[in-house]
């Protein structure tokens, strides 16, 4: 399984040092080389240096993504931006979601969600034992080696709200359904999509589709299915 999967984590300390010129070019490379799940949605990544709503997560950078609000952005902008956190991972510089926080100035397009990076001012990564994870049993049926990879995948207060069923050649993918009105679908979303960065990445190749006949799963809401083509 990829290394970093293996050993990422949540960055929540950070050096007040903003990151050299160099290092934020290379960062605004990245971000224009992301795939997304969807092509067709219109998305941005802007790298700003202050937000709101950060709950003590200070960081000298952030990233900002907005998204047209077309069916499938929330999972589009998981998979998007689970490809940078694994990337800051990989690079040396710590990384963290951020839910809650927004930027100070209104956005052309609908805010999505924010992440903070920089510097790390505590341990960049951990042993594979000090994940605190459902186990593939819970969320999961069938044997697919890449689940193991969706298992470690971070999630929104860390509810690992996603089902797989895994068949040959394909995994059907599921959030929970929210169990309480105000349960964060949004987040569940971004969440699946998040999941499907790290199948993806181990992944040969990666087709995401929505099925007509895919098993049905009580209490789970269908997101589609990853195939082999
Ligand atoms: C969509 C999303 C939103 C998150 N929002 C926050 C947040 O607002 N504050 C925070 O401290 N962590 C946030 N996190 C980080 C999660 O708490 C963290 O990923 C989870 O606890 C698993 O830990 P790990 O990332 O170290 O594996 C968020 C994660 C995701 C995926």
């Known amino acids: 399984m990829d290394e970093i999967i293996r050993k990422r984590k949540s960055i929540r300390k950070y050096e007040k040092t903003p990151l050299d010129d160099v290092t934020l070019s290379k960062i605004e490379t990245q971000i224009t080389n992301v795939k997304p799940l969807y092509p067709d949605i219109k998305y941005s990544i802007k790298i700003t240096n202050k937000l709101k709503g950060l709950f003590g997560i200070t960081s000298p950078h952030y990233l900002v993504f907005c998204s047209d609000e ?67 049993s819970t969320i999961s049926e069938g044997t697919d080696k890449r689940l193991e990879a969706a298992r470690l995948a971070p999630s929104g207060m860390n509810a690992q709200n996603w089902y797989f069923i895994a068949q040959p050649d394909k995994i059907h993918c599921y959030r929970k359904k929210p169990t309480f009105s105000f349960a ?35 209490n789970c809401i269908y997101m589609g299915t990853v195939v082999k083509q």
């Open 70 to 136: 077309k069916e499938g952005y929330l999972e589009n902008i998981g998979f998007i931006g689970q490809q940078l956190d694994l990337f800051f991972s990989k690079s040396g510089l710590g990384s963290c979601w951020l839910g809650m926080a927004k930027p100070q100035e209104k956005n052309t397009q609908p805010l999505v969600i924010c992440m903070a990076f920089g510097k790390p001012a505590e341990p960049l990564h951990r042993n594979i034992l000090d994940f605190k994870r459902k186990s593939l």
């Open 184 to 218: 964060p679908v949004r987040l569940g979303c971004i969440d699946l999509g998040i999941a499907l960065c790290h199948i993806a990445k181990e992944s040969e190749q990666f087709t995401f589709i929505k099925e007509d006949n895919s098993p049905q799963r009580k």
